[in-house]
Each structure stands twice: as C-alpha cells, then as structure tokens.
C-alpha cells in the first residue's frame, strides 16, 4: 500500500467522494464537492489517499495550518479493510510527508478507540449534541 496526495485530475472522484462520505458529518453531495474543492484549493489542507491494486482503500484529510501540529479533519478506510493497519499508516505516513510532530483530532465514541491503539492520548470535551460524546485526541509523532 502506498499513499498519494489527492489529485482531481488524476484520481477517481466519485471513489474518493464514497471514502469521505464515511467521515463526514453531513454528506450530501455538495458538501463533498465543496470538501474536496477546499482540500484542492487551500494550501494549508491536504488530502492524501491510500492505494492498493489500484484501488483506493483510505483518505486521510489534514489542516496543516498550524504546523508543526497538524489537525486530522477527515480520516476514513473502506469497511472492507479496515483491521489490516491502513488507519495507522496513512496517519503515521502523512505526518512524515507533511514533517508534523504533533497530530491532534476530535472525534466520537466510536473512533476513539482506534485512536487509542494508535498511541494517541484522549479526554473527553464538551459535546454539542445530547447523548453523544467527544473526545479530543493528540499524539506527539517524534517520541
Ligand atoms: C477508524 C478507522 C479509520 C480505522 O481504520 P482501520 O484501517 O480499520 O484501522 P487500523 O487497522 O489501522 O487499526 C489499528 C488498531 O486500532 C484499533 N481499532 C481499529 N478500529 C477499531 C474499532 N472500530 N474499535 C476498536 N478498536 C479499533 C485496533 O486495535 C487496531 O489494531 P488491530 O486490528 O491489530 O487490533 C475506520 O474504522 C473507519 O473508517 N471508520 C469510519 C470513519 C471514522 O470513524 N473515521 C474517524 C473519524 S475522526
């Protein structure tokens, strides 16, 4: 597996569209394209995606803007192979690319735990929805 920054000219839209519609709050199909036109169009946000076979299995989305701390905003792999470590390596492989030293996210219930075996230390923040908890999340990429 290898990962690649997002090209809108030499990768498939519509399989890139159906990876992030898994980590998107409100996936409607202009809130994608008006993502994916963010993540082309700003400097400080990059898309990167994982391959395989010439498939795309994952994307990961950052907001480097903070740099060295990079900001995880998009982080999603096909059901299909999830559990063969592709979460891991394309948080572990952007960072390198990008050189961030620091990763941070905010996610919910369900994630959390993936982020935990990925060494990230958690706490839990302020939920804006009732009954669904959040959770902020931060690793140091150098120790
Ligand atoms: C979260 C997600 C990106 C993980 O991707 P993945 O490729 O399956 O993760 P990895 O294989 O790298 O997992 C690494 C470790 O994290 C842990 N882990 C992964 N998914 C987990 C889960 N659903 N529950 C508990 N632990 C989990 C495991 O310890 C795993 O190691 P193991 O398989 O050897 O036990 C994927 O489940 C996904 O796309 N979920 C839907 C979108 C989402 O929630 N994105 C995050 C929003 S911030």
Not at 52 to 73: A, H, M, R, V, Y
Not at 80 to 86: L, S
Not at 126 to 132: C, E, N, Q, R
């Amino acid at each position: 597996m290898y990962i690649e920054l997002f090209d809108i000219n030499r990768h498939d839209v519509h399989e890139v569209k159906e990876i992030l519609f898994m980590a998107t709050g409100n996936p409607t199909s202009e809130n994608l394209d008006s993502l994916l036109f963010e993540y082309y169009s700003n400097d400080n946000h990059s898309l990167f995606i994982c391959k395989e076979n010439n498939i795309i299995t994952g994307i990961i989305g950052i907001d480097c803007s903070g740099k060295p701390l990079g900001f995880i905003k998009h982080l999603a792999v096909l059901p299909e192979n999830r559990r063969r470590g592709i979460g891991g390596h394309l948080i572990n492989e952007t960072a390198k690319v990008l050189g961030l030293s620091i990763i941070e996210l905010e996610t919910d219930q369900d994630a959390v735990e993936f982020y935990i075996a990925c060494g990230f230390s958690s706490k839990e923040i302020k939920s804006k929805y009732p009954g669904i908890r959040r959770f902020r999340c931060v690793k140091n990429m150098i120790e």
